[in-house]
Each structure stands twice: as C-alpha cells, then as structure tokens.
C-alpha cells in the first residue's frame, strides 16, 4: 500500500502552494486612492458567452453598488483553435452588443493593453493562454483567467509561475464557487463539512484534461464545501455517460464529483456535517462571480488562495492519471511532481 502524504508534503512539492502575489509598482499607481479617480478600465481578451455576461453588466446604464467603477472599454479577440472556436453567428452577434455598448473592438493584445487598467481573460480554450497572458503581465496589469487557466495541470504551473515571476495579481473561479448555498456551508452552515457530494456537466475536449473544460465547476462546488486544500488521492471510474470522482482528504473525509454527460444535466451538490445536511442549489447567474472578480480588482487579493486554484486543477489531473491506469489511487502528489 502506498505511503499517505501528509499536507504539508504534499504542499512543498510545487513552490506555488501558499504564494502570495502581491501588486507591482505599476498597480500601485493605478489604484492609488484618489476620489477624483475615473471608473477603472477593464480589457477583455476574448469574445465569449461571459465577456458578453460581464459586459453587459458592468456597461449597464445603472450599475449595482457592488460592482460599480469599472467600465468594459476594449475587447480584443485572438483567432481561436477550429476545434473549440464559437460559431461565427455568436462572435458576430457578441461583437455587435459590444459596439452598442461603446466598447472598442481592437486588433491586438497592445492596444487593449494601452486602454485598460485591468484584464480579465475570457478565450475558452486553455491552450494559448501562456501566450496570450505574457504581455498582460509584463504590462503590470491585474488579471482574472477564466476557466480553465490552462489546458493541462503543467500549463496551469507554468501560468502560476509566470504571474509570480512578474509580480501580477491573479484571481481564477468558476461562477459555481458562488452559488449561494455554497458560500453557506463554506461559512459554517452545516459546522465542520464531514463529506460532500457535487455534480455538474462534464463535456469532454480532446485537447485538454477531461475535467478542466467543463467539470472543473462541479469540481470547484466541491472544494468550496469541504472548505479547500487537503485532498491526498482520487479515483475515477469513467464511462461514456459519466464519471465519479472520489477525493480521500488526509484527514479521512471523502469528496465525490459526478460528471454528467447524458439524461438531464444541472449544477448542485450536497454537504454532510456535524450540524446538519445542505444541499448548496444550482447556478444562480454570473453575477455571483462577478461580485468576487470586481473585489479582485479593487483590493488585487485573489478571494480564492492559489494554493486552492491549484490544488483542483491538481485533483482533475490525478482523477486522468486514474482513469488512463484503469481506475487505481493516484495522489495529487505525484501528478503535481510530475507537472513541474
């Protein structure tokens, strides 16, 4: 039987685990306190179902108090893969409603950089967006990556690095983490979280770990109600139709994530404590994301420790080591030692 990793081991095999990543000296200009400050600008990279969700309410004629000072002023939308790309009917009509909103289209990464004071990177596909992340970071500009931050967990490091290496506020989620009766039992609903139970869709693309393209927000409900990082080993058993997911924390606890791929798909989860049973509800909208990413920029603390962010990325990458092995124990260890 294999060796259990303790935590703290399994936390000194990459050197992201508790970074903390703090502003450069050009954040610190653009958010000096200032009442006379104009709204903070945002860039967009990417033309998606949540640029499109985001600009429309933060260029709202009237905007909640909550995300409130900002303004979506340029978009600019790299080609994308064929194989992950939205229909050109969709672009088109997003592009559209972005004119209406008095957002700048722009043909390079540059010139929304020279227009905006923060980013939020919203391309779908993992793959490019080391690329497309570099000049946002040598520009000094906070960044939210949508998922997934990349397409496989070496990717997603490699990305973590990189913003740590130039000093960048980074804040990754999905809108799941939000979900109101997540963020309930997250905050003690249920007293300690003994095990949990989360589903969602799981959509497979070849290109990326199966889970980082549309499992991660079944994923991400379930680390935001068993409260984080402590995950030692998964196992998967994956058909056609769908995966089960089981987590084994070091502390005993069990989470399991259902990936959904066939009959009646949704979004929820259950919490087991020591005060009660929850269920945390479905999507509620991308409001509920937002609200965190606009604390983000006004604060440049990530809401969500990265040491977290990582560790789920960590655990969807093991639950495909399991999967390729044929369904046997694989600890978030070992894939994170082999990422790096």
């Not at 919203?122 to 000049?135: K, S, V």
């Not at 990936?259 to 929850?278: N, Q, V």
Request: aromatic share 8%.
């Amino acid at each position: 039987m294999k060796k259990i990793i303790q935590r703290r081991d399994f936390l000194k095999t990459t050197t992201l685990a508790g970074i903390g990543i703090g502003m450069s000296s050009m954040s610190q200009m653009l958010f000096a306190s200032d009442s006379s400050q104009k709204k903070i600008r945002v860039g967009i990279i990417g033309l998606s179902v949540h640029t499109e969700a985001f600009s429309e309410m933060l260029n709202a004629e009237v905007v909640d108090a909550d995300i409130s000072g900002f303004r979506v002023v340029a978009i600019y939308h790299p080609k994308g893969n064929p194989d992950v790309e939205f229909k050109a009917e969709m672009l088109a009509d997003w592009a559209a409603k972005a004119k209406t909103r008095n957002i700048e289209l722009v043909d390079s990464v540059e010139k929304m950089l020279a227009m905006s004071d923060v980013v939020m990177l919203e391309t779908n596909d993992g793959r490019p967006h080391m690329e497309q992340l570099l000049p946002v970071f040598k520009a000094g500009k906070p960044v939210f990556i949508d998922k997934p931050i990349g397409a496989n967990l070496k990717q997603v490091i490699e990305i973590l690095n990189a913003a740590k290496k130039y000093n960048i506020p980074i804040f990754s989620s999905s809108s799941l983490r939000y979900v109101s009766g997540a963020q309930e039992v997250r905050n003690g609903k249920v007293g300690k979280v003994l095990g949990a139970e989360a589903y969602s869709p799981a959509s497979l693309q070849a290109a990326h770990t199966d889970m980082f393209w549309y499992g991660i927000h079944g994923v991400e409900s379930l680390y935001t109600i068993m409260g984080g990082v402590g995950c030692q080993q998964v196992t998967r058993t994956s058909t056609q139709d769908a995966d089960v997911i089981v987590g084994t924390w070091e502390d005993g606890r069990i989470g399991v994530f259902r990936g959904l791929r066939a009959g009646s798909r949704g979004y929820g989860g259950t919490a087991f404590g020591e005060k009660g049973i929850a269920t945390i509800g479905t999507f509620e909208g991308y409001r509920r994301l937002l609200v965190p990413v606009a604390e983000f920029f006004r604060t440049l603390k990530s809401p969500v420790d990265l040491a977290e962010t990582l560790e789920i990325y960590a655990f969807m990458e093991a639950a495909d080591e399991s999967k390729r092995l044929g369904g046997v124990p694989v600890s978030l260890a070992s894939v994170i030692v082999k990422a790096n």
